[in-house]
């Protein structure tokens, strides 16, 4: 009653200017809420078991990356596998069940780590103890190896069934030097075009590094390639830009349209024979700022990842990045 009578008696102005500070209320009580649910869940602040397992993951995974490393440096990752040590430590002090997939995958990588080593008379005997000691069931040994790939291997699963394409899909981070012609780059984005969006409102954007300079700057910046990505020919910066939505309860819809259209965007790129890693976009705010200023992003985009793309070399190694067991995320209701 009140809100329609001061409708009509206020100024268009006052009302426009009365709407826009309830809005911009509102969007302060959903950013601040999403600020303490996620702080209240992150690893940096919290310690449940599913902390720990994140922690195992990632610090694994960093190892892995290592172990494919064209420039290997032996004895390489001490801070991850002492983290990773110290996660699997915690994690078994917390619970009788270590068998967990996380848990198990970890062990075939440090063992990885000590065969590499082995093989080059290297001595990492430190790391013995802790294989020992959480020693896994055997039916959960698989095995997380790097992948040794080929170039005319790759290039034959361009063309495979959806099931072997997408099974046969990994990151690949360094390249040959052959070039990615410009056509290549249209057919890519052509094919990808087909991303779905909420709405079809298809909010993304992206920039295409190709200056070598431009992308050394950026990739410094950016850190996730340090050590690797020999030979990017093209770094690509996915936006999204929130010109497309309207209030606060699409905040994280143009990171969603942007995210399906990358993966699409992998897929497309594989499609034509051609490597990809996403990287990501979590930088700093002073960081963000001169990533912004060198590519000149406009202020309405939203940064979302990165990723570099290059021609497979003859011969190189992925990482083999096992993933979970579906169980282990599917809900059904
Ligand atoms: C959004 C996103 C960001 C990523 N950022 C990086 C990165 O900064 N550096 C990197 O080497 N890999 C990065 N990756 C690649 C992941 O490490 C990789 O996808 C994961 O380990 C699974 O391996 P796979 O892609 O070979 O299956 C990123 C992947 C995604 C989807």
Redesign the pocket.
Same mark, same amino acid.
């Given at each position: 009653m009140i809100k329609k009578v001061l409708y009509k008696v206020l100024p268009k102005k006052i009302i426009q200017f009365l709407q826009k500070k309830k809005y911009m209320w509102i969007a302060k009580n959903a950013f601040d809420q999403d600020r303490k649910r996620f702080m209240s869940s992150v690893y940096s602040f919290n310690s449940s078991l599913a902390n720990l397992e994140a922690q195992i993951i990632i610090n694994s995974?960093s190892i892995e990356?290592g172990l494919t490393n064209i420039n290997f440096r032996p004895g390489f990752g001490k801070r991850a596998l002492s983290d990773l040590v110290y996660n699997m430590e915690k994690y078994s002090e917390r619970t009788e069940v270590i068998n967990s997939e996380v848990f198990s995958n970890a062990i075939n990588i440090i063992t990885a780590y000590i065969e590499k080593h082995n093989n080059l008379a290297v001595d990492v005997s430190y790391l013995k103890d802790i294989v020992q000691k959480f020693k896994v069931s055997s039916d959960l040994v698989i095995d997380c190896n790097v992948v040794n790939n080929s170039k005319s291997g790759k290039i034959k699963e361009s063309h495979l069934d959806f099931f072997k394409f997408s099974n046969s +899909? #990994? #990151?690949v +981070?360094d390249y040959s030097s052959e070039i990615v012609s410009s056509k290549e780059l249209t057919n890519v984005f052509s094919l990808a075009n087909n991303a779905p969006s909420a709405c079809n409102r298809q909010p993304w954007q992206v920039h295409v590094i190709s200056d070598k300079n431009k992308i050394t700057e950026v990739l410094t910046l950016?850190k996730? @390639?340090k050590g690797?990505g020999t030979n990017i020919q093209k770094l690509l910066l996915i936006t999204s830009d929130n010109r497309f939505f309207s209030n606060v309860h699409e905040r994280n819809q143009g990171f969603i349209d942007a995210g399906m259209y990358s993966m699409n965007l992998l897929y497309a790129f594989k499609y034509y024979g051609i490597g990809t890693?996403? @990287?990501?976009a979590e930088l700093s705010k002073n960081t963000e700022k001169l990533i912004r200023d060198i590519l000149s992003i406009k202020n309405y985009e939203n940064l979302v990842?990165f990723i570099s793309v290059g021609k497979y070399p003859n011969d190189f190694k992925?990482?083999k #990045?096992p993933k979970k067991s579906i169980n282990s995320y599917i809900k059904y209701h």
């Open positions: 995974h990356k +899909r #990994s #990151s +981070r950016q996730g @390639l690797y890693c996403a @990287l990501n990842m992925t990482t #990045s």
